[in-house]
């Protein structure tokens, strides 16, 4: 992993110190995780869903990220409440392109009853902070469909689909199609 930013404050006044995640927090972040998933199942009956087993060995996948080169994990602590939100990103490289470093946001999650307080903001402020410091210049990330906080909190920080867009069909649905299709 590249050096995480330091733990910090936002300007204004705040219950909320933004840090780098640790090993003792896995049980905290599969906790948000899941939550997370759960969520995003509610906002779209499309998304595929995560089986038992993969939800049981989340801690697991959760311990690799931490450790994982070219990623940041940072979680939002409140000072009574304990690890409320997190962020998880990572950059990718690609010298077939400019800028050929380029930030990816993963996954952002913070618990319901501390939402709307600036969480958000600086569990992404962080994230920019490494990004910053890694070179990259742009960022990417992918959201759910339906997820009108998500969709919300994103356009507000300039984020648009003006690039790429990822659309997905039931397989037996694009046969169906197919077969309406006059052969060649």
């Not at 690799?64 to 000072?79: I, M, P, Y």
């Not at 952002?108 to 410091?133: I, K, P, S, T, Y």
């Amino acid at each position: 992993m590249s050096t995480p930013p330091r733990p910090y404050r936002a300007t204004h006044v705040s219950p909320y110190i933004v840090r780098p995640a640790h090993a003792s927090d896995l049980d905290r972040l599969a906790c948000l995780l899941q939550a997370l998933q759960d969520h995003m199942e509610a906002s779209n009956s499309h998304l595929w869903r995560m089986k038992p087993q993969a939800r049981s060995n989340l801690k697991g996948q959760l311990a690799g990220r931490l450790a994982a080169g070219n990623s940041c994990a940072l979680v939002a602590e409140h000072h009574e409440a304990g690890v409320v939100g997190a962020i998880f990103g990572r950059i990718i490289v690609n010298n077939r392109y400019t800028p050929s470093r380029a930030g990816q946001v993963d996954q952002v999650f913070v618990r319901a009853d501390h939402r709307r307080a600036g969480v958000g903001r600086q569990l992404m402020a962080g994230l920019c902070h490494f990004f910053a410091a890694e070179g990259v210049e742009d960022i990417s990330l992918r959201y759910i469909v339906g997820n009108a906080e998500a969709d919300a909190f994103w356009s507000a920080l300039g984020f648009s689909p003006r690039r790429i867009v990822t659309s997905g069909a039931a397989r037996e649905t694009v046969e169906a199609r197919l077969g309406q299709i006059p052969k060649e």
